[in-house]
């Protein structure tokens, strides 16, 4: 048996980053892992593979359209779909291996095993009880079910089975068209496979400003992808290897149904808390699974934490990494903060897909008086020479104080862009700040001082 300061619980971007950040503060720190290695979700099944995959077929993209046009002749790239594959492995392995020499290098043990917590300051792994002054959950989530879809990872898949499918389909639905769904159907139909997207509300990505939602689907229709929209799935059936959906159309109460060879269920995720015992040791869970917990993140067990998607708030790896910084702080006797408010939000498909803050419709909502710089990208030079001059950037600004209130992005290199925006709006900002700070020419973040500028007197290339 090992006594620790602390014990984390899982090692995604939430549990190693708290891992990290606590042996750096001086803690004794374990961190226990289920699975062969280190990185969670984000780096073995989400994030980093997904990345790795969007890249490779976005070159692919970038090579059919744009490269004869650019006086680059010649035969187009086949795809090699097992080199692809390997690629993305490769790029999964240099992460998590990554993690492995981090922990090494900040004296952190890592319990190779399924960890449970008998009671407070005890941790159960195996046979083997280990003991910890503080524990961190940090245990993720796992993706959400639908009534009628049975995911078999093979013809009806999760992320995690469409990241790793034997062959490219040539029918592809994806069920749900959050950003998961929209950047694996990117991936597929950039490959070849024809996409139908089926999402039951009436507009893409929920929660994001409906201009960008409006502007996003018809560039993505553009690309080929079909949306059935408004489409409540009532079954999904499996014969000789190929998936028939069925789906009432909600406005019209028709049915319908398409068949495809893969079938992805991207109907969102939830929390996985599953084999802790947290039932038995009375951690209170909210009515959608997550672990309550207080702003130190602390649960209503004293001396059990719980961060990233285990707990509340967007399921983003940069929330989970945020909180597993501060909840160390708080550890270690410092002060731990987030910023809820101003957590950055992307979808890396191409274009990409960026926002931080207030919508307008959150803002309309409010009744609050703001006002709107908006720039297109037709206007950016740099774009236009790139051919990726589809899209804007909208930047929302107190009508009053001019202060930043939100901003979204639609456009090339959108989820580098947005951090400017977050960093003036982490300071208080105001866009006259931003339309005022030189931009260096030509780059894409002179869009978003064009956008802050037309916040003003008006932008300059509009
Ligand atoms: C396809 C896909 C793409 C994504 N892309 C992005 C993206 O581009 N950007 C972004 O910000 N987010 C992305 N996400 C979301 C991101 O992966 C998660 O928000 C992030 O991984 C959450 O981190 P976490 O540390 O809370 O949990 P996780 O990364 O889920 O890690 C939890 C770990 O805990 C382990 N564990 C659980 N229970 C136990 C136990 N009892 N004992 C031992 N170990 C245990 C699990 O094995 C797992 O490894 C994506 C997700 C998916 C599925």
């Known amino acids: 048996m090992a006594s620790y300061d602390v014990i984390i619980i899982g090692s995604g971007p939430g549990g190693y980053v708290a891992a990290i950040r606590c042996a750096q503060l001086g803690l004794k720190t374990a961190c226990v892992e289920g699975r062969e ?16 995959l969007l890249h490779a077929s976005h070159m692919l993209h970038e090579a059919e359209h744009n490269f004869a046009a650019m006086g680059l002749k010649g035969k ?37 095993g399924w960890a449970s917590i008998p009671e407070a300051g005890k941790v159960k792994v195996g046979e083997d009880i280990h003991e910890a002054k503080n524990i961190i959950i940090a245990s993720g989530s796992e993706p959400a079910s639908l009534k009628g879809v049975e995911v078999d990872e093979e013809t009806v ?52 400003d409906s201009e960008v939602q409006k502007t996003f689907q ?25 998936a028939t959906v069925k789906y009432t159309l909600r406005k019209k109460e028709t049915e319908a149904e398409i068949e495809a ?21 009375g951690v209170e869970l909210s009515e959608r699974g997550q672990i309550k917990t207080g702003d130190d993140w602390q649960t209503n067990v004293k001396g059990i934490y719980a961060i990233g998607d285990a707990i509340d708030g967007p399921m983003l790896a940069h929330k989970a990494e945020d909180e597993g910084m501060a909840c ?12 809820y408010g101003l957590i950055p939000g992307v979808i890396y498909t191409h274009p990409e897909v960026a926002n931080v803050g207030a919508t307008e419709d959150a803002l309309k909502e409010e009744g609050r008086d703001y006002k709107v710089g908006k720039f297109s990208f037709m206007g950016n030079g740099r774009a236009k020479a790139n051919f990726a001059a589809d899209g804007f950037v909208k930047i929302l600004a107190d009508k009053e104080t001019d202060r930043i209130l939100g901003c979204h992005i639609i456009g090339p290199s959108a989820g580098d862009l947005i ?22 020419h ?11 500028l037309a916040c003003g007197d008006g932008a300059i290339h509009a």
């Open 37 to 52: 290695t280190l990185g969670g979700t984000c780096l073995n099944v989400g994030c980093i593979p997904s990345k790795a």
């Open 76 to 112: 187009s790239p086949s795809v090699d779909w097992k080199q692809m594959q390997a690629y993305k492995q490769d790029t999964i392995d240099g992460n998590t291996k990554g993690i492995e020499f981090l922990f090494k290098k900040n004296k952190i043990d890592w319990i190779k």
């Open 157 to 208: 898949v999760s992320s995690t089975g469409a990241l790793k499918l034997d062959k490219i389909p040539k029918k592809m639905v994806v069920i749900g068209a959050g950003v998961i769904g929209l950047e694996m159907g990117s991936i597929y139909g950039r490959l070849g496979a024809e996409v139908t997207v089926i999402e039951y509300l009436d507009a893409i990505t929920p929660g994001m």
């Open 218 to 242: 018809r560039i993505l229709k553009k690309q080929g992808l079909k949306f059935v929209m408004g489409a409540a799935v009532q079954s999904c059936e499996v014969k000789n290897g190929k």
């Open 261 to 281: 060879d893969t079938v992805l269920l991207a109907t969102g995720r939830r929390p996985y808390t599953g084999g802790l015992g947290l039932d038995k040791i």
């Open 328 to 339: 160390a702080e708080v550890l270690a006797g410092n002060h731990g903060h987030v910023n």
């Open 419 to 440: 951090h400017e925006v977050c960093v003036a709006m982490e300071f208080g900002a105001a866009a006259q700040d931003l339309a005022m700070t030189c931009h260096a």
């Open 442 to 452: 030509p780059t894409y973040s002179e869009a978003v001082r064009e956008a802050a």
